[in-house]
Nanobody, 125 residues
Framework: QVQLVESGGGLVQAGGSLRLSCATS????????MGWFRQAPGKEREFVAGITRGGGITYYADSVKGRFTISRDNAKKTVYLQMNSLRPEDTAIYYCAAIYSRSASLHDTRSYNYWGQGTQITVSS
């Protein structure tokens, strides 16, 4: 069974930092690109960051560029999201996801094969 398990969510003050982890199992991790998405109440799930299989290329939503960093440790089969300079508008449930396709867009939620359960990030002002 494929499992993606996020951790590291919680409460943080505006301007603070948090690091999310997504531990995977049941898949050949190096065959999957990875992404982070988020969903706020009443809003659509949106792309946050993506990383290719080997970690050589990363993508970011304009809203988080310069503040968030996605990385992966293929030996640990884990993907991370370092979040700095957090803002109240970053408040959402954050999901990690795995994508097998090499040609599909890392930005597109529909392209992903597996999803984690999500972890809540709340940024207070």
């Amino acid at each position: 069974q494929v499992q993606l398990v996020e951790s590291g969510g919680g409460l943080v003050q505006a301007g603070g930092s948090l690091r999310l982890s997504c531990a995977t199992s049941g898949l050949t991790f190096t065959n999957y690109g990875m992404g982070w998405f988020r969903q706020a109440p009443g809003k659509e799930r949106e792309f946050v960051a993506g990383i290719t299989r080997g970690g050589g290329i990363t993508y970011y939503a304009d809203s988080v560029k310069g503040r968030f960093t996605i990385s992966r440790d293929n030996a640990k089969k884990t993907v991370y999201l370092q979040m700095n300079s957090l803002r109240p508008e970053d408040t959402a449930i954050y999901y990690c996801a795995a994508i097998y396709s090499r040609s599909a867009s890392l930005h597109d939620t529909r392209s992903y094969n597996y999803w984690g359960q999500g972890t809540q990030i709340t940024v207070s002002s």
